[in-house]
């Protein structure tokens, strides 16, 4: 996460040179072909082609610094080279853009995807008309998908406690992705951590010392916090165990247990309720939130470890989206969960490129 290009991109390529040779000896590729690779890239890129794309900064705690504005694509490319690999880059595609491309394969209603794992994003599809940068020759369709890198979206309107300006001021990017730290996988549990420490500091949560283990940033994570949050058993056994584990907290009550998990859970859905309102308001954009006779199905797929493993939270998410919607509206709109999105999508559309390419050829 923080190596240089080379130690980066030969990692992923050493990846792609395991899963070729897991393939099998019956597995053979037609001659004079090469392996196209849909590349799913998480970060914002000035997407310069279908198949190269400059990179603007990182997010999610990565600092490859030496990779900011360079094409990450040349990058990859030289990488499986240097593996003797005959492959090469043929898509290069945002998470939130493949999920929205795996979604539209099984669901042609499906017109928004986010991401909420590690961190957030969204894409949705929009008229090109409506799109002020736009000054080339229209798509066919004359639709476009908008990749909106919502994490960084930044408002005085944001629920911004202490705890939250204190960690975005130790942050390796203070300032910004101020969206994806109140909502994300990288950083719900590090909110609970600080709110944590704080009550241990000035309360004695833990005993009349603060648990050293306590004070170090990131230790304890939304994983974590998840499998605290989901414990339904009487005495809170998965919570005691987890304190102990992470924290080398010995013994505590079953009182200060229950508060540990009202903590995640105040984290958990304000993070879920803000989810919500930013699909909310993509949904207003594309005017679906209103009541109308022929209102069209507006499906929205969703795919990240946050929402796919953290039941809570998918589900206070789903909640607050009908609250705002209204039943009448809400009956048009489907949340619909897509494993693996980012990657099927990006796999389908390096084929479909490919078959595009094939097609013109033959036209040609």
Request: a negative charge; charged letters at 25%; glycine letters at 8%.
């Amino acid at each position: 996460m923080s190596g240089s290009p080379h130690e980066l991109f030969d990692f992923i390529a050493a990846a792609l040179t395991k899963f070729v040779a897991s393939e099998g000896v019956d597995y053979h590729l037609p001659e004079g072909t090469q392996r196209e690779l849909g590349f799913t890239f998480s970060f914002p890129v000035k997407q310069t082609s279908i198949s190269s794309g400059i990179l603007i900064k990182w997010t999610k705690n990565f600092a490859v610094d030496e990779m900011v504005g360079k094409d990450i694509v040349a990058e990859l490319n030289e990488a499986i080279k240097r593996k003797g690999l005959v492959m090469k880059v043929s898509a290069l595609v945002n998470d939130t853009v493949g999920t929205l491309a795996a979604g539209r394969y099984v669901d042609n209603d499906t017109i928004v995807a986010v991401i909420l794992g590690t961190g957030t994003n969204a894409a949705y599809i929009e008229h090109v008309h409506a799109i002020p940068k736009w000054h080339v020759h229209l798509p066919k369709s004359a639709d476009m998908i908008i990749n909106m890198e919502w994490g960084n979206f930044k408002s005085g309107h944001l629920p911004l406690t202490e705890f939250d300006q204190a960690l975005d001021a130790e942050s390796l990017n203070p300032g910004e992705q101020i969206y994806e730290k109140l909502t994300s996988g990288m950083y719900m549990g590090e909110i609970v951590r600080r709110i944590l420490l704080r009550m241990a500091q000035e309360a004695a949560l833990f005993g009349d010392h603060t648990p050293p283990k306590l004070e170090t940033p990131y230790i304890l994570k939304t994983f974590h916090m998840l499998m605290m949050h989901h414990d339904t058993s009487s005495d809170l056994k998965t919570v005691s165990l987890k304190l102990k584990e992470i924290l080398g907290i010995e013994s505590t009550s079953r009182k200060t247990r229950k508060l540990v998990v009202e903590v995640c859970e105040v984290v958990a859905r304000r993070g879920a309720r803000l989810a919500a309102a930013g699909i909310y308001g993509i949904l207003k954009k594309l005017d679906r939130v209103t009541c109308s006779a022929d209102k069209p199905r507006s499906v929205i797929a969703v795919d990240g470890g946050v929402y796919k493993y953290y039941t809570f939270f998918g589900q206070c998410m789903e909640s607050t989206l009908r609250d705002m919607l209204g039943e009448e509206v809400a009956s048009s709109i489907v949340i619909k969960p897509v494993d693996d999105g980012s990657g099927i999508g990006a796999a389908l559309l390096a084929a479909s490129y490919s078959q595009y390419l094939q097609d013109d050829e033959i036209l040609a």
